[in-house]
Structures are given as C-alpha cells and as structure tokens.
C-alpha cells in the first residue's frame, strides 16, 4: 500500500505575478487633432524655408516635388506622435512632444542650423582637425605667463567678490536685513549686476578703462569677474539666509542683540558652509570664464588662444584647451578636497 504524506500532497506554492494595469489608451480623435496641427506646422515651415533644397518624388510617368527640411520635420513630428499614441502616452504630453519639435525646428530654421553643410565642407574641416589631433606641447610653456595672469584674475576676483557677495546677501536677505526696503532695493541692485553676463561686464569695462592694449587689461577682467562673481554669491547666500534655523535668531533677540550682533553670532555660522562652497565653485567658473574673457581683450590665455586662432596655428590652440581642460580638473579636485576638510 502506498502511502502519501501531508507535505507531499500539499500543492506547491505558485509564484506569486504582479501585473501591472496598463495605462489608459489615449484619444484617438485628440491624436488626430495633433496630427492635423503637425500638418500646420509643415505648411508654415514651408512658407519661411530660405534652402532651395527639394525632395524628388517619381511616380511613373509625373516626378513630384516637395521642399526637403519640412518634410524631414513632418516625417519626425509623425513618428514622434505615432510612438507616443504606441506607447499609451498623454495626450498633453504628446502635445509637449510635438511642441517641443516645432520650436526646436523653428530656433534651427531662424539661425540656419544644419549638420548637413559639415560633409560638404569636410575639406576645410580636415585638415583643421588634423592640428587639433596633433597639439604642440612645447607651445604651453611659452605662455605661462599668460597662464599666471589668468589664474591670478581668478584668485582675486573670487576673494573680492566672495566678500561683496557676502555683504550684500546679508542685506539682500529679510531674515538679515534691517527692514524690507533694503532688501528690496538690493535685490533688484543684483538682478541687473546677474543680468549682464561677464563678457558683457568685459567689453564695458575694456571700454571704459581700457584692454591690453593700454596695459589695462587684467584690471579690466578682474573687476568683470568681481561682478559675475558678487551676482552669483550674494543670490545664492542670500537664499542659504533665508532658509537658516529661526531658533539662534530668536534667541538672538530675546537676549536683546543689536542687528550687527545677531547676524554675526545667530546667521553667519549657519551659512558660513555654503558660503564657503560657493565660493569654490566660482572660483572654478572664475577659471573657465577668465579664459574666455581673454578673447575680448582683458590679457590672460584667452588673448594668447586667440592670437593663435588668428594665425591658423590649431596645434598651439589644441594644446591650450587640453592645458585649460587639466587646470580646470585640478582646481575641482582641490575644491572637493577643500570641501570634505571644511564642511
């Protein structure tokens, strides 16, 4: 007789599936109402195409024609609709898609934007990158003094700046600032200093003091950087000020602390980490932009890579990018370490 035991005859566990619901299929007529605004969109791309280029079409007997970059657009805004209707995306975010291709196409079409001139002028191309590939090392260290000029408007700009920033986050703030039209007032003060970027800074102050021609220029690139850097400082500070810890504050004036007082000993050592990582960080953006404000006239690398670029010596540029690229590298990781030791 064959007997069977209870823990043979229990069934075994069946592995336990999660089926996901799939998501809702979206509107059709929607998907078509998209479709038709994509037809819109290549009826207007057609009117404002500059490019003569045309699409051949043969068809037997009759050829037909059609303009070759809208078509190109239709065809992606199509395949871009019938791959969200596939996947079962939204019907706002297919319409986000399409609106994303439409301005995409529209800012390529204004500026003339096109990878298709590069094969055509592969010629003029190659032997250019030819002397990117081969760099002249020997060449870095006959500019190094324009290398020590450089890292020295980063140095000074970042320590001047950092400094002003400071102040002015502490009055930009109304967590710090003695009442709130001061801090309006300098607020809207740092949107405009933000709102010029440094090589417009650059070109002012070449303008108004002078570039290297009248042996001004690194004076003209460190008072460019102190603005970039005093617009980037005090915003980000004094949006540090504003999130501190209301409890040293309070305490602050319950002991009756004068505003001087209570910044110094109740605000300050709160933000005094992030004060000191941003000012790393733009001394590390001080580096990247002292090199570019050099094309503009205030002395430095720049000035030197420029010079080159005029000569058509793309060896000696190749050679000062990857010189740019490694300092930038090593002043990152001397942040980081900095970091790590401060904060």
Not at 45 to 73: C, M
Not at 101 to 119: C, H, K, Q, R
Not at 260 to 286: D, M
Not at 291 to 315: K, P
Request: with cysteine; proline share 6%; net charge neutral.
């Amino acid at each position: 007789m064959v007997t069977t035991s209870t823990a043979e005859r229990r069934p075994a566990p069946q592995a336990s599936t999660t089926v996901r619901p799939e998501p809702p299929r979206p509107s059709g007529l929607v998907y078509l109402g998209l479709a038709g605004l994509a037809l819109l969109a290549f009826i207007v791309f057609w009117a404002i195409q500059e490019s003569g280029d045309v699409l051949l079409i043969p068809l037997g007997f009759v050829t037909l024609w059609a303009p070759l970059n809208p078509v190109i657009g239709l065809l992606v805004m199509l395949v871009a609709l019938a791959v969200c209707f596939k996947a079962r995306i939204g019907t706002m975010a297919a319409f986000g898609t399409l609106a994303f291709i439409i301005m995409s196409y529209w800012a390529g079409a204004t500026v003339g934007f096109t990878l298709l001139e590069i094969p055509e002028r592969w010629s003029n191309v190659e032997p250019r990158l030819m002397a990117f590939l081969d760099p002249n090392w020997s060449y870095i260290w006959t500019v190094r003094d324009q290398w020590l000029i450089t890292i020295s408007m980063a140095v000074v700009a970042t320590l001047i700046g950092c400094a002003i920033g400071l102040v002015l986050a502490m009055y930009a703030s109304p967590v710090s600032s003695p009442n709130k039209g001061t801090s309006q007032a300098i607020k809207a003060a740092n949107s405009v200093i933000r709102s010029i970027p440094d090589v417009g800074w650059a070109l002012l102050f070449v303008a108004f003091i002078g570039g290297t021609a009248h042996g001004l220029g690194p004076m003209a690139g460190i008072l460019a950087l102190l603005m970039f850097n005093i617009g980037i400082v005090a915003k980000l500070t004094s949006e540090t000020i504003d999130a501190v810890n209301p409890g040293p504050v309070e305490a602050a004036d319950a002991s009756g602390a004068n505003l001087t007082q209570r910044n110094r000993l109740a605000i300050l050592p709160q933000v005094l980490p992030g004060f000191v990582s941003y000012g790393l960080y733009v001394f590390e953006l001080n580096i990247r932009a002292s090199a570019a404000l050099g094309i503009v006239g205030v002395g430095g690398i720049g000035s030197a890579m420029m010079l080159q670029l005029n000569r058509f010596q793309f060896e000696n540029v190749a050679a000062i990018l990857i010189a740019l690229v490694v300092v930038v590298l090593l002043v990152d990781m001397f942040s980081m370490y900095i970091r790590r030791k401060l904060l």
